[in-house]
């Protein structure tokens, strides 16, 4: 009883949030990696392959803080650069102990590179081992997700409060195992043993040529993030090290439409009734590029002799919009940034003026829709009238001309690779995949994609009928070049929990609902 009673009390004790007898890895806080952070020095000496000792001179251009995608490495060969690991007999230590065991992820180039379709990520995953490590495998994950998270008042009478609507959607998910020993469907894992000091494993990932959603963190609760982790399995199942999760900032390609004159019109009024001036605006173009020049020509015309325009000014909005069904219909959530501003001179009238800036870079991302999230840019214009003889009054006037952003002018179209070949994510199963970093593109894929396997099983599978003897091109099983190609697989979690005390709870502001509206589709 005394030795029941004493195991009894060791579980309770490892379940309380306190313990230091916890057997779940905590990595660290998330790291974007397009904000520079300071990064710990790294020993000078590392743990390498006899006779490649050049490796660490060689990766200079490597940083933590940010990915860079190219697919040749600046002339140098990369056998003589990428450090593999292949059996812990083949190390050589000759590096100082860390003080804390760690993992990082170091991308090849700088902080400026952005992950785009059809390109190649290289870098390597850092593994400093202040003691003696039991490690089964190294391994690196890549993952795309959306996140909706929504704030709604619910319940009735004394239950009625605040609570908290998640959907966590991933949109693929990958790994590769960078050392150590393979994972088996019908056989446990040995582990082997790393001595303390500095380990180095190059990696290489090829996107696909797909375009996914770009990454955003806009409006409060929904975001679109591509992360990278790491992580040394330990022995026997244990969860061993992780490092923090490095989020990437992702763009698609995305080319403009031709160029196409158009003139958009509108009345302003006042108080909805009473018609104010009428507005022209020819634009050039109906989509823009970052760092493109934008030019229109606006004219407006009073409807009143009484009044006078006294000022006019625009800004381009960005416009973030999130929603989620929920039991009463759809949360609706929205934030408008300003990217740039000015105003217009008033040099005639009927006013008539041409208006021109410089599309930004900064804060300007594709035009795009998904489920949850929507992205999309306005050109609004606020006009302040004067109307009245004896007495004046000002009257504040606004309208918007809607303008949609690529992030490639139309006539790259034949000057990008495979470019006309790019498949929406919402119709493709081509996931980003891991390969040898010694090579410059990975191998073709073997297999068949999942929609070709059924008939294909079914007719090599199945003998005809009715017939004598049984037909020779019955198969018990596929050939292996006709198996299943790996295929990402989309999934969905749904949280809920009380707003009160809830992670992010306090920082979320209540979304809007529209009773009844339970569409999807934007």
Same mark, same amino acid.
Request: net charge negative.
């Given at each position: 009883?005394?030795?029941?009673?004493?195991? %009894?009390?060791?579980?309770?004790?490892?379940?309380?949030?306190? $313990?230091?007898?916890?057997?779940?890895?905590? &990595?660290?806080?998330?790291?974007?990696?397009?904000?520079?952070?300071?990064?710990?020095?790294? &020993?000078?000496?590392?743990?390498?392959?006899?006779? $490649?000792?050049?490796?660490?001179?060689?990766?200079?251009?490597?940083?933590?803080?940010?990915?860079?995608?190219? #697919?040749?490495?600046?002339?140098?060969?990369? $056998?003589?650069?990428?450090?593999?690991?292949?059996?812990?007999?083949?190390?050589?230590?000759?590096?100082?102990?860390?003080?804390?065991?760690?993992?990082?992820?170091?991308?090849?180039?700088?902080?400026?590179?952005?992950?785009?379709?059809?390109?190649?990520?290289?870098?390597?995953?850092?593994?400093?081992? #202040?003691?003696?490590?039991?490690?089964?495998?190294?391994?690196?994950?890549?993952?795309?997700?959306?996140?909706?998270?929504?704030?709604?008042?619910?319940?009735?009478?004394?239950?009625?409060?605040?609570?908290?609507?998640?959907?966590?959607?991933?949109?693929?998910?990958?790994?590769?195992?960078?050392?150590?020993?393979?994972?088996?469907?019908?056989?446990?894992?040995?582990?082997?043993?790393? +001595?303390?000091?500095?380990?180095?494993?190059?990696?290489?990932?090829?996107?696909?040529?797909?375009?996914?959603?770009? $990454?955003?963190?806009?409006?409060?609760?929904?975001?679109?993030?591509?992360?990278?982790?790491?992580?040394?399995?330990?022995? %026997?199942?244990?969860?061993?090290?992780?490092?923090?999760?490095?989020?990437?900032?992702?763009?698609?390609?995305?080319?403009?439409?031709?160029?196409?004159?158009?003139?958009?019109?509108? @009345?302003?009024?006042?108080?909805?009734?009473?018609?104010?001036?009428?507005?022209?605006?020819?634009?050039?173009?109906?989509? *823009?590029?970052?760092?493109?020049?934008?030019?229109?020509?606006?004219?407006?015309?009073?409807?009143?002799?009484?009044?006078?325009?006294?000022?006019?000014? *625009?800004?381009?909005?960005?416009?973030?919009?999130?929603?989620?069904?929920?039991?009463?219909?759809?949360?609706?959530?929205?934030?408008?940034?300003? !990217?740039?501003?000015?105003?217009?001179?008033?040099?005639?009238?009927?006013?008539?003026?041409?208006?021109?800036?410089?599309?930004?870079?900064?804060?300007?991302?594709?035009?795009?829709?998904?489920?949850? @999230?929507?992205?999309? *840019?306005?050109?609004?214009?606020?006009?302040? !009238?004067?109307?009245?003889?004896?007495?004046?009054?000002?009257?504040?006037?606004?309208?918007?001309?809607?303008?949609?952003?690529?992030?490639?002018?139309?006539?790259?179209?034949?000057?990008?690779?495979?470019?006309?070949?790019?498949?929406?994510?919402? +119709?493709?199963?081509?996931?980003?995949?891991?390969?040898?970093?010694?090579?410059?593109?990975?191998?073709?894929?073997?297999?068949?994609?999942?929609?070709?396997?059924?008939?294909?099983?079914?007719?090599?599978?199945?003998?005809?009928?009715?017939?004598?003897?049984?037909?020779?091109?019955?198969?018990?099983?596929?050939?292996?070049?006709?198996?299943?190609?790996?295929?990402?697989?989309?999934?969905?979690?749904?949280? @809920?929990? &009380?707003?009160?005390?809830?992670?992010?709870?306090?920082?979320?502001?209540?979304?809007?609902?529209? &009773?009844?509206?339970?569409?999807?589709?934007?």
């Amino acid at each position: 009883m005394a030795s029941l009673l004493s195991s %009894a009390a060791h579980v309770a004790t490892r379940n309380r949030a306190s $313990s230091s007898a916890s057997t779940l890895a905590a &990595p660290p806080a998330p790291q974007h990696t397009n904000h520079p952070t300071p990064s710990p020095p790294i &020993p000078a000496a590392t743990h390498n392959r006899a006779g $490649s000792g050049s490796y660490s001179s060689q990766f200079t251009q490597f940083s933590t803080s940010a990915p860079v995608l190219n #697919s040749i490495l600046n002339g140098h060969d990369r $056998s003589s650069r990428h450090l593999s690991l292949d059996t812990a007999d083949s190390l050589e230590i000759s590096a100082p102990v860390p003080a804390v065991t760690s993992l990082t992820i170091e991308f090849e180039g700088g902080t400026h590179v952005i992950v785009r379709p059809n390109r190649v990520v290289r870098g390597k995953v850092i593994l400093d081992a #202040s003691e003696r490590m039991h490690v089964t495998r190294v391994r690196i994950k890549f993952r795309a997700e959306e996140s909706a998270m929504v704030k709604v008042e619910e319940g009735g009478g004394d239950g009625r409060g605040d609570w908290v609507h998640q959907a966590i959607t991933t949109f693929f998910e990958t790994d590769w195992k960078l050392w150590g020993n393979d994972s088996s469907n019908y056989s446990q894992s040995a582990w082997d043993e790393l +001595e303390a000091g500095h380990y180095e494993f190059p990696f290489a990932l090829k996107f696909p040529n797909v375009n996914y959603p770009p $990454s955003m963190e806009e409006p409060s609760g929904f975001g679109i993030r591509y992360i990278w982790t790491a992580q040394a399995d330990g022995p %026997a199942l244990q969860s061993g090290t992780k490092s923090r999760e490095y989020i990437t900032p992702y763009r698609p390609i995305v080319i403009s439409t031709p160029d196409k004159e158009w003139v958009y019109k509108t @009345t302003l009024m006042r108080d909805k009734k009473h018609a104010v001036a009428e507005v022209q605006a020819k634009l050039y173009k109906q989509s *823009y590029c970052p760092d493109e020049p934008f030019e229109m020509q606006l004219n407006l015309t009073s409807l009143h002799a009484d009044a006078k325009i006294l000022s006019i000014d *625009y800004k381009f909005r960005k416009h973030h919009e999130g929603k989620m069904l929920v039991q009463q219909g759809t949360a609706f959530r929205e934030h408008i940034r300003t !990217v740039i501003h000015g105003n217009v001179p008033i040099l005639s009238t009927p006013f008539s003026e041409t208006i021109r800036f410089d599309v930004p870079t900064r804060l300007v991302s594709p035009s795009f829709t998904t489920r949850h @999230t929507r992205v999309h *840019y306005g050109l609004q214009f606020i006009i302040t !009238v004067e109307q009245g003889h004896l007495f004046k009054n000002n009257h504040v006037l606004d309208f918007s001309i809607p303008l949609i952003i690529a992030n490639l002018p139309n006539d790259h179209l034949l000057r990008i690779p495979e470019l006309t070949n790019i498949q929406n994510y919402r +119709e493709s199963k081509d996931c980003p995949i891991f390969f040898n970093p010694d090579l410059e593109e990975p191998p073709e894929p073997q297999g068949l994609p999942s929609e070709l396997i059924g008939p294909l099983t079914a007719a090599l599978a199945s003998p005809p009928q009715n017939e004598e003897p049984p037909s020779y091109f019955s198969l018990p099983s596929l050939p292996p070049q006709l198996e299943l190609r790996k295929e990402r697989k989309e999934r969905t979690v749904y949280l @809920t929990r &009380p707003a009160k005390g809830a992670f992010h709870g306090g920082d979320l502001v209540e979304a809007v609902i529209i &009773p009844g509206l339970f569409d999807e589709d934007w």
